[in-house]
């Protein structure tokens, strides 16, 4: 994972920012026991859902339901596993982050600002007029989005082209793309599934949040996506079948996934939609709808 | 003008009723039914209603399968996935083969609002209108919503219609005349023609409200059609009045101001400003923030009278 | 299948055609030997290929090898499975074949042709200037034709569509469905793979034209499919493994696909693309090129 | 304009040429590389070519992921594939982030033959032409295919290059100056202007000779560039002249001549006639018989000048 200038220090700083240490060329969680990382990362991911409802309720209109089930996914992504600069986010070297599900924005935006591409203050801005945090991520407005992303489909072929790109140029940067499980009825996702195959891209690591919904209710009855793991087998891939809202069993697979090689790995993360808010879980209506005050401090509670 | 509804209410509505009353209509949706506002068919006729979960694509070409057997499909989702997730296979599995597939598209334009720039279809209508064959309905409130949906029942052939997530003002009486084809004068006045579709219309009629202060007297068309465009009707408000402004919520390349020019050139040439999105794509924002943004208001319509006035005048 | 009206009479007319006695409902060789039939059937395909070399060499361009390595599959359906009236084209009962890989127009021509529903003369217009028989199946212009295609990927989905009619109608007709090996590299293919098995499509059986090859070479060089029995699987398909090539065996899989209820059926059939035709089999240039007048006068008499 | 080359083999080879000096440059396609000519620089640089298989919208998109990592990919494959069946990807992965992908289409138009209407595509201009920041070249020949190409390696962005498979002439010396965005006065004259793209400008160029036996004089433009139009040139020309005829392989719908309409319009209303596809879907036919029925040769051109001409003296 490259060279490690710094050591990682928590200094919790203010209610809900993790301060850390970062003052050259990387992030990495490299002195810490395993469990305190768990924990640290843990902790990380309920900042993260906190800013998502907040934001959320600041901005009166969004996703929470599929952004609260990935944020440990993203939490650990952008806290222990990427390689990446948050004072230089166009480095070259730097690993990817792809979010195909554009929807889940809040995510994204959460653990950009907690990682110190832009000040937590911009969250409140969240798909207002003018604002850097676009309803879906604008990859030209907002530097840490590698990809505009909204219409569902899409991400796995971008992130294959990103993947493609460090083969030719023998770099070592790896690329993580999140799907939603409804997403994976678009085609084009089978599509980019056998070119990643076929191309052997070992660099992909891809996430299903398989949260066993979508808009119009439980993707078993919308349009059955089962069986899903070995749909991703038949298609060529390395596959691993985590919880996905259990921390340590997603930094573990994704350490499986590196070690697998001529094979892309599309880790299926089983979630819960809505995760960390009780009236939002498992529940289809909390898809796309923005919780009110009331639910804001509700869920702000209980994410304590 | 007091009232407002989205027109993809108006579109749920009818649908149920068309549904009632005629067996072979079917709905396909994907995984949008509760925004489109095919959920209600959904709830009243399950067997003939089927989510296609997010693949606009089949969608469409299980339409035209379905077309071939007889049903009458009607699809809906976005307008930016409808038309452009789609095109190939609107194109090759429905224009080309010219079968009755009705497209009901939701959410079309700015007005989809906080969601951005991804979501803000401001292309369907130059996408649409290059298909031969097509027929393309953009209905400027609830109730010429529910008669071009009944319209597009009575055509044997492709059909799109686009239509809108923000409630806007109901302008038509309910026992209003909808001719497919044929555009509708709602103000006659002789110094400039305002030809606007879809919300914009509504906005066109504060705009002539405005400019008759000044005693500038603008006729107003609502082309609720846009293919096939009522050419005579245009063309005559263009000769009638010398100058014209159109106005809608689209890209101003490919949408209603492309089919005035080609029409006006080839018939009348006058003095043309188009109002709508001026080539850059959408953002988040409230409706109303995007739409002024945008410089789609009555203001704006009115500014651009009155620059289109001064090259008349420089013309005589 | 329907009432049966009238026997199988073989009576050899001309060169390439078999007459047949049809004065109803349908065609079907009822008091024939299975053994009988099946020579019957190896005889109409040869005579389909017959017709499929003439027609490319007149036309001058065109697509053979598509053509040929379907001919003992879409013999199969014109004079013995499905249950249609040639006099009758638009006959609301009658089973559908969608020719999903539409560059294999000529195929469908001449079964067409050969079944009635056009004289074979016709056959010489292919690909000129106001034919019927357009360079791509065109619905509008020639009955018989259940779907224009062109655009590959799109057959599966169309023919979902024909067998949701027949289900909401309570229809018997079933839906046949021909899709190319390079053609399932299009997404709209697993849209529609996943739709089918979701809404139980057991009116639906499809032949995947199992050939090994597609414009640019083979499939597995090109964009690789494999392993394409498990992915139909996984998108909840009965799976059926034959040689496309074999009369018998094609005439058998169909059967045991319509005993099948609640699933679609994947048949695939392993076949040679430029069957019959030596210098043409299993070489890639023979896509889309027509033979010249020699090549023609070769591939007949090996065709005899 | 003895010499034939199709705008296609001229992609093939300087995109081999691009490739030598450019190592960033990389090529895709969807399982017709042996059409599209990109076949030699697959050959060549195989470690930088990526055949897709018959998948147009994952080659769009993952085009757009190699963009963003500083790889400048050019995508081919039939027109009508290339825009249609990845319409959604290169409007929101291409278009919307601004990524540097070229999107080379041959195949464009009637003159595709005998594969017929399914395969020809009359609407990728209109496609693309509604997508804020797109550039968009249809080059007339192979020299000013090989300089489109080359430009498109300089812009920093989208770019749909539109080619053609039959063989068409020569019209330009290899010396000559090719400048995106500005239109190419080929004739100067002061009667008419004939505003072409494609292969209909060798056309023109033909019906500017048959016109001058009768003494007509018209200026002949060659619009490579379709996006951005090049407004100030044509504007100029319709000044001069008072009225136009555009000449287009296209739906009259969408492409060349409503950019030209809408131009015209806004700036200087003369009579227009659109020579194009009007508004159907293409057949099998050899090339010239195709050309021959859609209205697409010279003769079409001199009498859509005549028929302006007599509108602009009309209007004098
Ligand atoms: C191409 C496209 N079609 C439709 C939509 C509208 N849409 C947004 S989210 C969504 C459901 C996605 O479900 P899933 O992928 O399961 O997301 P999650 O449950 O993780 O939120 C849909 C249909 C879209 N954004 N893009
Ligand atoms: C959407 C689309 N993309 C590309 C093409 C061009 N094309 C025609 S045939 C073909 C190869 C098809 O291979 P396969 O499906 O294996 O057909 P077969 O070998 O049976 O001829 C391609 C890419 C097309 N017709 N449609
Ligand atoms: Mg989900
Ligand atoms: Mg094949």
Chains 1, 3 share one sequence.
């Not at chain 1, 003052?23 to 998502?52: C, N, S, T, Y």
């Not at chain 2, 996935?81 to 083969?97: L, M, W």
């Amino acid at each position: 994972m490259g060279k490690v200038l710094s050591p990682y220090k928590a200094k919790p700083k203010h209610e809900i920012s993790v301060n850390y240490f970062n003052e050259g060329d990387e992030f990495i969680l490299l002195f810490m026991e395993k469990a305190e990382k768990v924990k640290f990362l843990k902790e990380k991911a309920k900042v993260i859902r906190r800013h998502i409802v907040k934001m959320l309720g600041e901005a009166g209109s969004g996703h929470p339901g599929g952004s609260l089930s990935a944020a440990d996914i993203v939490a650990v992504l952008y806290f222990d596993v990427m390689n990446i600069r948050p004072d230089d986010p166009h480095w070259p070297e730097r690993d990817r982050f792809v979010l195909s599900k554009g929807h889940a924005a809040p995510v994204l935006y959460a653990a950009l600002a907690e990682r110190g591409y832009f000040d937590v203050s911009e969250l409140s801005t969240l798909r207002k007029f003018k604002s850097r945090l676009q309803g879906h991520p604008d990859m030209k407005k907002l530097p840490g989005v590698e990809m505009s992303t909204g219409s569902l489909g899409q991400g796995l072929s971008v992130a294959n082209g990103m993947a493609l790109a460090a083969k030719i140029d023998n770099k070592k940067f790896r690329v993580y793309v999140l799907i939603g499980d409804g997403e994976i009825q678009e085609g084009q996702i089978w599509e980019a599934a056998m070119a990643a195959a076929h191309y052997k891209l070992d660099n992909v690591t891809a996430f299903l949040d398989y949260n066993g919904l979508q808009i119009d209710g439980c993707t078993k009855d919308v349009m059955c996506i089962e069986p899903v793991a070995d749909k991703w087998i038949a298609f060529g891939w390395n596959v691993i079948e985590i919880d996905g809202n259990d921390i340590e069993q997603v930094l573990n697979a994704i350490e499986d996934a590196k070690k697998v090689s001529g094979k892309p790995t599309m880790i299926i993360a089983k979630t819960i939609k809505g995760k960390g808010v009780s009236y939002m879980e498992n529940n289809p209506d909390w898809h796309g709808k923005a919780p009110k005050a009331e639910e804001v401090e509700k869920a702000l509670e209980e994410l304590l | 003008m007091d009232k407002k509804i989205a027109t993809r209410e108006a579109y749920g509505k009818v649908l149920v009723e068309i549904g009632e009353t005629n067996k072979d209509v079917v709905v396909l949706d994907a995984d949008l039914s509760k925004s489109t506002k095919t959920y209600e068919f959904s709830c009243k006729f399950p067997e003939r209603f089927f989510n296609m979960g997010v693949a606009e694509a089949n969608m469409i070409a299980t339409a035209a399968g379905l077309a071939t057997a007889g049903k009458v499909p009607f699809c809906s989702t976005f307008a930016v996935f409808a038309t452009g997730r789609a095109f190939d296979q609107i194109r090759n599995s429905v224009a080309y083969p010219k079968l009755n597939v009705k497209i009901a598209a939701t959410h079309a334009g700015v007005t989809v609002g906080e969601d951005g720039g991804s979501h803000q279809s401001i292309e369907d209508i130059a996408l649409i209108r290059a298909l031969p064959g097509f027929t393309v309905f953009v209905p400027a409130d609830a109730i010429e919503t529910r008669e071009a949906i009944k319209a597009a029942l009575e055509i044997n052939g492709p059909v799109y219609i686009r239509l809108g997530k923000l409630a806007v003002p109901v302008i038509h009486d309910s026992d209003f005349k909808f001719v497919p084809g044929k555009a509708l004068e709602l103000r006659d006045g002789s110094d400039v023609a305002i030809i606007a579709t879809g919300l914009m219309v509504s906005l066109a009629l504060e705009a002539a409200d405005i400019l008759l202060k000044d005693n500038i007297k603008a006729t107003v068309l609502d082309v609720h059609t846009i293919k096939p465009l009522d050419v005579e009707t245009i063309v005559s408000v263009a000769i009638k009045t010398g100058a014209v402004v159109t106005a809608e919520e689209h890209n101003v390349i490919g949408g209603l101001g492309s089919a005035v020019a080609e029409a006006l050139c080839e018939h009348n040439p006058v003095p043309l400003k188009r109002i709508g999105i001026q080539d850059v794509f959408g953002e988040s924002g409230k409706p109303v923030e995007l739409l002024k943004h945008f410089g789609l208001t009555a203001e704006d319509i009115v500014n651009a009278v009155y620059e289109v006035l001064k090259k008349k005048s420089k013309n005589m």
